[in-house]
């Protein structure tokens, strides 16, 4: 119930980071470093519901993604929310 979240398709498809889900050890999300998340990434779900997406606000938990979702961290002057409007297109 506590150390680093987890963020999985349940946050994406429902469009709300705040969902909790489970927490991984210091230990864990320092092997996995490398999926972590920030402010302003763009979470994409990639099983079942393909597609989702989910730009994660200034006040998110630290933590990781799952294998099910795929992370966007673009340059702090890309515009998100063109680049989800883009994803969330037919054209996409």
Do not use: F, H, W
Request: charged share 25%.
């Amino acid at each position: 119930a506590d150390g680093y979240r987890i963020y999985g398709q349940e946050q994406v498809i429902a469009g709300d980071e705040s969902l909790v889900s489970y927490y991984i050890s210091q230990k864990k999300y320092d092997q996995l470093r490398s999926c972590a998340i920030k402010s302003g990434d763009i979470l994409i779900s990639l099983v079942g519901t393909i597609g989702k997406v989910l730009i994660l606000s200034d006040k998110v938990e630290a933590g990781i993604i799952n294998p099910r979702l795929v992370k966007l961290s673009l340059n702090e002057k890309i515009e998100r929310k063109y680049i989800k409007a883009y994803i969330d297109s037919p054209i996409a």
